[in-house]
């Protein structure tokens, strides 16, 4: 009877290897070469995501507020127009007009003079046009191109955003492959267990072995569903958590390919992880951006002490009525300039806590740089830990099945005891879990690397 379990066991024995084959084919790996179902998906993210929805909006105000700096150095034009009707107490020119015409009308005997005039001021209508253009002015400038280096401000931020995401996509993505293995072992592990109780109770029935090999074999397989049971439940959280960051309903399902995970590459060296990272992380750029922001608001206060120079020409007609001649057209260009010559210091006040700023902006890249020098090495030696731990685990897993083999074997033959049996499936169910969080651990600490490195910021860039 024995012998028959034996036969039993040995395929869902042999389930578990072919589970364990999935995995084991990440080893020694990154994500350097993603699934195209991962690449889906990070796109779907990056179109999608509602932090990165914001973020996009940021830049675009900025954009707007760029346009908006730089027509303040273009030309305009308006056009006014104003009809008055006078009453009351109203001065008439006309009748101190009228009685010097008729005078001389009779000098010269002749009515070339009207004398019937009504004057009175301002007339009733007045419409024109008005072109101006600034020819100097410094302030304007300068508040262009700082709205020009805040807007390259979000644009880096934009690409930092979605340099994060993609991480966590990744990472999420993960976790949930993960999560869908360890539940899949403890399955694989239910099932061996499933055959060992059952075993175990016909032999009790049959009064070849005592009860208390049965009571083991009913703890060992609660154990276990309780952490299957687990398991599904940080199965399913991690999939409700990948949908959330792609913007989907949280119960859609999350597709794996066979290749889901990684495919083998080698890791950088820490020098290019280095290189990669001072050259690529939109942090420094912001800060950089920042900086100039930053100096030309200094310039932008040291302008005020300069003259504005601007030029205009109003056209339009007045009078009485509605005529558009050349008797009633007027038009008058203008050169106008102005020049700040005092204003109790107020001017060389900005113009100090701009340089402060800028000081302090300085300081803070500097800081910037030696903390991204630091995630950079931290998370590269992580990354060189988890890769090594590869191979222990492996070598663990390696050692458990051939112990878990021998012992199944000697358990049918009845050279072996049930605390012996269950011991053995313990420690190599306990070794693929081992091996399984060893692989995804050390792909997850190279995903992190390249965020920290900045490996795929000119990919985001790109898709963005």
Do not use: C
Not at 76 to 96: F, K, M
Not at 145 to 157: F, G, H, P, T, Y
Not at 238 to 249: E, G, H, K, S, T
Request: hydrophobic content about 40%; aromatic content about 6%.
């Amino acid at each position: 009877m024995r012998r028959s379990t034996t036969q039993k066991m040995s395929p869902a024995g042999r389930r578990i290897s072919a589970i364990l084959a999935v995995t084991l084919t990440v080893a020694n790996s990154a994500l350097a070469q993603q699934s195209s179902r991962l690449d889906e998906y990070v796109a779907e993210g990056l179109r999608h995501n509602l932090s990165l929805k914001q973020e996009r909006l940021n830049v675009q105000t900025a954009e707007a507020a760029t346009r908006e700096a730089f027509g303040t150095m273009l030309p305009s034009i308006s056009a006014d127009t104003r009809y008055s009707n006078l009453s009351g107490n109203v001065q008439d020119l006309g009748e101190l007009i009228n009685p010097a015409y008729a005078t001389l009308n009779q000098l010269t005997g002749q009515n070339n003079f009207p004398t019937d005039l009504k004057l009175t001021l301002p007339a009733k209508q007045q419409s024109g046009v008005r072109l101006t253009q600034p020819l100097f002015a410094p302030q304007a400038y300068f508040g262009y191109r700082i709205r020009r280096d805040l807007e390259s401000v979000e644009r880096a931020r934009l690409v930092m955003e979605a340099r994060d995401l993609v991480a966590a996509i990744k990472t999420a993505y993960l976790n949930y492959a993960k999560s869908v293995r360890v539940v899949e072992i403890y399955e694989q592990t239910l099932a061996l267990l499933d055959e060992n109780l059952r075993v175990t109770q016909k032999l009790a029935d049959n009064q070849q072995a005592t009860l208390d090999v049965v009571y083991r074999a009913k703890a060992e397989r609660s154990d276990v569903e309780q952490k299957r049971a687990e398991a599904v439940r940080q199965r399913n959280d991690a999939a409700r958590y990948f949908n959330l960051l792609l913007d989907r309903p949280l119960d859609t399902p999350v597709a794996l390919d066979p290749d889901s995970v990684i495919a083998a590459v080698t890791l950088p060296s820490a020098d290019s992880a280095l290189r990669s990272g001072m050259m690529h992380r939109d942090e420094l750029a912001a800060a950089s951006n920042g900086i100039r922001a930053a100096a030309n608001t200094v310039d932008l206060h040291e302008s005020a002490y300069m003259p504005t120079v601007g030029f205009a020409v109003d056209y339009g007609v007045q009078g009485d009525n509605y005529r558009f001649n050349r008797h009633d057209a007027t038009t008058m260009v203008s050169v106008v300039a102005q020049w700040n010559i005092f204003n109790g210091g107020q001017d060389g006040a900005r113009r100090q806590q701009a340089t402060l700023a800028t000081k302090r902006l300085k300081l803070q890249k500097n800081q910037l740089e030696k903390q991204i020098t630091l995630q950079i090495r931290q998370a590269y030696d992580a990354a060189m830990v988890a890769q090594q731990a590869q191979t222990t685990a492996q070598d663990r897993l390696s050692s458990a099945k051939r112990s878990f083999d021998l012992v199944s074997r000697r358990f049918a033959e009845g050279m072996a005891t049930q605390l012996e049996y269950l011991d053995a499936r313990t420690s190599y169910t306990s070794s693929s879990l081992n091996q399984i969080i060893s692989t995804y651990d050390f792909v997850q600490k190279y995903v992190e690397l390249e965020r920290a490195a900045a490996l795929i910021s000119e990919n985001v860039a790109k898709e963005l």
